[in-house]
């Protein structure tokens, strides 16, 4: 076999009180997609922080091409040819396709913009990257949005593509789409890093798969070797549950009835168009569809962070109309928001503090000023309960792995005895252990007879979770269908606007 394109040996990093990289190993070939496992926390992004000069090492070696680098700066690694697709895009809305790629070029000025955009043209038609050009970044879905973060790596000559959760907010058309493109750039001497927790598209899509944990290299494999379940068991250390235990659901009392529900989105314009359904005791409702097609206002406008501008919302027979978010918890809405920290806890507070947020006016904690004492007590039995990890009560949370985040938002939400709860995307980028310890604490909420509105851009989580499952397409229920006897290619369809059924209740 040729040399690797990219070798780093014994990479150590560390930061104050945390080894996140501990003699790590990675050899990745050209033409190849290499996947990189692990947990969060296990030391992915530190490897590819410093691979792709946003971090120095403290120890180990890189080399390109078989030649020692040392990256003092994002702009070296961009010189060596390495790129970077992040899961959240560095793209500028207002500007066009063109202008993004442009920015950082050398040429200033002088830059020629429609000759870049017959080469954008070009570069887009030889990868099946469809894009136009002259189109701002705000009018182009998500998956576009990727094809542009993309095409400006291929611009730059990139050799060595890293994506990080590169299906996170795509359809399974769409994906599939962009691991032929992959492929394709594989096929013409690329080396491609694959950052997921899907593992179903890494056994699809790899040729070889290195997996961290607590910061060390635990094996690099040939997809040929080894399984998704084994795979899993690297990553974790024990065994995963993969069948979760879910009896079938037995109709409680009905819940949320939503009816001809409509909102705008931050734009103005309409984000729900007529919404109707409802959801019983011991239930979960799933909502599949990609991001940006009125999920979000859906659920702010059920837990009263948004205002409706029609319609009807019932919880629990609690005609809740234009409420806000003390009247919703008060109605018994419980709500996991998609944003952990910017919406759900407040970063730069403790825990207590965050589990305090919808308790602070019981009366159990004190008429005139907090009992501090009982507080921590109570806050200590929750994240003991929940297992969740930190280095401490009165660390800020903003310290914290996203899935130990994830469980102190259930912490919080569950401790309140909810009867209903909105969870929307709460397993988004969390590895397979945290995925499943949320979808057990959600299980184990609907077993208790809470009813669950689910929102997720993941079918698989909403096969295994949901009981039913409605598809949304620019603020609209495109069907809605029982989970077990859905099938994946319609649901296609309807998430991508191209089929519709009757929606019953």
Not at 218 to 230: D, I, L, P, R
Request: net charge neutral; aromatic share 4%.
């Amino acid at each position: 076999m040729t040399a690797p394109l990219v070798e780093m040996r014994g990479i150590t990093k560390v930061f104050p009180g945390v080894v996140a990289n501990d003699r790590v190993d990675l050899a990745v070939h050209a033409g190849e997609i290499h996947a990189l496992l692990g947990e969060n926390g296990a030391g992915k992004s530190t490897l590819m922080s410093i691979l792709t000069g946003l971090y120095r090492p403290d120890g180990g070696e890189v080399f390109i091409d078989g030649q020692r680098v040392n990256f003092r700066s994002p702009r070296d690694a961009i010189a060596a040819g390495i790129g970077m697709v992040h899961q959240h895009f560095r793209l500028v809305a207002p500007f066009t396709v063109t202008e993004n790629v442009a920015l950082g070029l050398p040429g200033g000025l002088r830059l020629n913009l429609n000759r870049l955009a017959a080469e954008v043209a070009a570069l887009s038609r030889e990868y099946g990257l469809q894009v136009d050009p002259q189109a701002r970044i705000w009018q182009l879905s998500v998956g576009e949005q990727q094809r542009v973060e993309i095409i400006k790596l291929l611009y730059r000559r990139a050799r060595v593509l890293i994506l990080d959760e590169p299906t996170a907010v795509l359809t399974p058309h769409e994906a599939r789409d962009l691991y032929q493109t992959l492929k394709k750039m594989a096929a013409g001497g690329c080396a491609v890093i694959l950052i997921t927790h899907k593992l179903q598209e890494v056994m699809d899509a790899a040729a070889t798969i290195t997996i961290l944990r607590g910061g060390k290299t635990v094996a690099t494999v040939k997809k040929s070797e080894t399984s998704e379940k084994e795979l899993a068991r690297l990553m974790v250390g024990r065994e995963i549950l993969w069948q979760v235990n879910k009896p079938a659901a037995g109709k409680g009392d009905k819940i949320l009835a939503v009816k001809e529900l409509r909102a705008l989105n931050d734009k103005g314009l309409p984000a729900l168009q007529g919404i109707n359904f409802t959801i019983y005791g011991g239930e979960i409702l799933g909502i599949a569809g990609v991001a940006g097609n009125g999920q979000r206002e859906l659920a702010e406008v059920i837990a009263g962070l948004r205002p409706c501008q029609g319609g009807s919302i019932t919880v629990a027979g609690r005609e809740l109309g234009q409420c806000d978010p003390c009247r919703a918890i008060n109605a018994g809405v419980g709500y996991i928001p998609e944003d952990r920290l910017g919406t759900g806890l407040v970063p730069n507070l403790g825990a207590v503090e965050n589990l305090l947020l919808k308790e602070y006016r019981n009366p159990r904690w004190g008429r005139l000023l907090l009992d501090r004492r009982a507080t921590r007590r109570w806050a200590q039995e929750l994240v003991e309960r929940f297992r969740v990890q930190m280095a401490g009560l009165e660390a800020p949370v903003k310290m914290m792995s996203g899935g130990n985040l994830q469980r102190l938002l259930l912490a919080r939400e569950i401790s309140s005895r909810p009867r209903l709860l909105v969870a929307v995307y709460p397993a988004r980028g969390l590895d397979v252990g945290a995925t499943e310890t949320v979808h057990r604490l959600l299980l184990e909420q609907r077993a208790a007879g809470t009813a669950i509105l689910l929102i997720s851009e993941d079918l698989e989580e909403l096969f295994r979770l949901a009981d039913r499952i409605a598809v949304m397409y620019e603020g609209e229920i495109m069907g809605l269908v029982d989970a077990a006897a859905a099938d994946i290619e319609e649901l296609g369809l309807m998430m991508a606007g191209a089929k519709r059924m009757e929606v019953g209740a």
